[in-house]
């Protein structure tokens, strides 16, 4: 069997990459075609997964405390060099652009391995000359292939640095994803994901500022943690919308919540392509978004299953949520297409793309 190492920044934490790298490792390991290692850069929380890993997925974990990457890159390549020998055949699959320096510094004496990068932020995330940046350039020019995330994406590849080997494969969704019967009669919104300033939450909160001037029996739920709660928290009070918009912390299972909610919305800077957004439209939920950099245009065909508001136009933003709000025939048509553009998301479809560059 092909021998497949997954090297993740940090594989013992609620984050997306963690999340997203674990389930394909998982389903991956259902077709008993590969013998499959997560290979994470760190410890933490003593090793323990937030997620469940299957028992044909083999763990290993570099003997680094509190890795920082602008830090301990050398110190992560040295300790990758150690694990693998130059007649190591299979293929390694570095997470996330960044940490391809590492991985290639420390095993492109493996020159029997295929080489793959899989990116999780937009091609403009991180500056051209940090890490992101340059590992991006060694991806395309050094690796075998890039992977990112939407058509979007894979276009400024092709475009900015004319790469010939980037191919785009959206994330695999969660099986346990259910459409169930849309519940027009819900008054709640829903937004997920962390807090911090890249989610864009204190915009979410300028929004709701509007539209609870116009509504007065709605919530809006907001799934997550993370290093702006506080803030948030007093942005919500001084804008008077406690019992409005609600901080409801981490939720480990926020696929049972969707059939709860009326529609999600989505105010973040940038993303990769949020998973919040396909699990939200898999649910069988509308979507409301800014036009961030990337995953929207992919998703969303606006005005028929969601809307797509220009960049931090807050004021659109609000009366698209109110439109939504006061016209229930609209959420319902929207639900009925919710997951018109996610074909190509079947985890069927997904998992021949991996086997096929694998």
């Not at 912390?249 to 696929?255: A, E, F, K, P, T």
Request: charged fraction near 25%; proline fraction near 3%.
């Amino acid at each position: 069997m092909k021998n497949i190492i997954f090297i993740v920044p940090g594989l013992f934490n609620y984050g997306g990459i963690a999340r997203v790298t674990i389930n394909l490792a998982n389903t991956l390991a259902e077709t008993n075609k590969y013998n499959l290692t997560l290979l994470s850069l760190y410890n933490e929380h003593n090793g323990h997964a937030f997620f469940d890993i299957s028992p044909k997925v083999k763990i290993q974990i570099l003997p680094i405390q509190n890795f920082k990457l602008r830090r301990d890159f050398l110190r992560a390549a040295f300790e990758l060099k150690k694990l693998y020998s130059s007649t190591f055949e299979g293929t390694f699959v570095i997470d996330d652009v960044g940490h391809n320096i590492p991985a290639w510094i420390g095993l492109k004496h493996c020159k029997k391995a295929k080489f793959i990068s899989w990116s999780h932020m937009n091609f403009f995330n991180g500056s051209k000359y940090g890490f992101s940046g340059v590992g991006k350039r060694l991806a395309t020019k050094k690796f075998d292939y890039l992977i990112a995330l939407t058509k979007e994406d894979l276009n400024y590849y092709n475009k900015i640095l004319g790469a010939k080997n980037v191919i785009q494969i959206y994330n695999l969704r969660d099986k346990n994803t259910i459409k169930e019967n849309y519940k027009s009669n819900e008054k709640k919104i829903i937004s997920c994901g962390r807090l911090n300033q890249i989610k864009g939450f204190d915009l979410l909160i300028e929004v709701a500022h509007i539209v609870f001037k116009n509504v007065k029996d709605w919530k809006w739920d907001i799934y997550g943690d993370g290093p702006e709660k506080e803030n948030l928290q007093a942005k919500i009070e001084k804008y008077g919308l406690t019992g409005k918009v609600n901080l409801m912390g981490y939720h480990s299972d926020i696929l049972s919540l969707y059939k709860d909610y009326s529609f999600n919305v989505f105010t973040s800077r940038g993303e990769g392509c949020p998973m919040a957004m396909i699990e939200a439209q898999s649910a069988g939920l509308p979507i409301v978004s800014f036009d961030f950099k990337c995953g929207p245009k992919d998703l969303i065909t606006h005005g028929k299953n969601g809307f797509i508001i220009e960049n931090w136009d807050i004021e659109k933003m609000a009366s698209s949520i109110l439109c939504l709000i006061k016209d229930n025939e609209m959420r319902c048509e929207f639900a009925r297409n919710a997951d018109m553009n996610l074909k190509e998301l079947e985890p069927s479809y997904v998992i021949e793309k991996w086997k096929s560059i694998l």
